[in-house]
């Protein structure tokens, strides 16, 4: 029973130390195309962005002009992606990732400090383009729930940081985006927040 009791408390503190709640990241972007400014880049994509994550499940929305919503289910392992004025939701399986193989990483301390917290780093080069993630143990991920979430090499990231990440920076052909976490609410999340909207046609992307 001793051991048995032990292996319920464990559980139960895991589980409660999972992050659910809201980030909310600031967003700036640099330019690399001597036709399109990072202004346009802010104007279209917007400066913030809100990121939902309970269990399996996350929800990234950009406020932009674009107005573009990320929706992932780990029920079906399927990432949404639609704009809110638009008529059609486009959903692809994350399983399914041809573009984003790892060339080389890299994981380590940093003298990054975000929200008060003292930061690693992990730095991958890809397909994609080169990635830098800044993150802190204190908002945990478990990286079970996203074992099949292999686009964009999401399921990597999470089996390595095991955490939310304070910071992004990508640097692509055409545009660098830093993506910097300004406030965290760590909250239990109403049902419908990962819902698929209604109304909407949906069509493989």
């Not at 143990?137 to 399921?155: C, G």
């Not at 640097?171 to 909407?200: H, N, W």
């Amino acid at each position: 029973m001793g051991v048995l009791l032990f292996l319920l408390l464990t559980l139960s503190i895991n589980a409660q130390s999972q992050f659910t709640g809201k980030v909310t990241y600031q967003d700036s972007y640099k330019s690399k195309d001597p036709n399109i400014s990072g202004s346009d880049f802010e104007k279209f994509m917007g400066s913030k962005r809100e990121f939902y994550l309970q269990g399996a499940f996350y929800k990234d929305v950009h406020y932009g002009e674009l107005n573009s919503v990320m929706l992932y289910r780990g029920d079906s392992n399927k990432i949404y992606n639609y704009n809110v004025s638009a008529d059609t939701i486009f959903w692809m399986d994350a399983a399914k990732d041809t573009l984003s193989k790892i060339l080389d990483f890299k994981i380590g301390d940093s003298n990054e400090v975000i929200l008060g917290l003292k930061c690693k780093k992990l730095t991958i080069k890809s397909q994609l383009g080169s990635f830098i993630y800044f993150f802190n143990d204190r908002y945990v991920i478990n990286p079970a729930d996203f074992t099949n979430h292999h686009l964009n090499f999401w399921d990597f990231y999470t089996s390595k940081c095991k955490s939310v990440p304070l910071k992004i920076i990508y640097e692509g052909v055409d545009i660098v985006l830093t993506s910097t976490a300004v406030k965290v609410d760590q909250a239990e999340l109403d049902g419908d927040t990962f819902k698929i909207p209604s109304g909407y046609l949906k069509k493989r992307f």
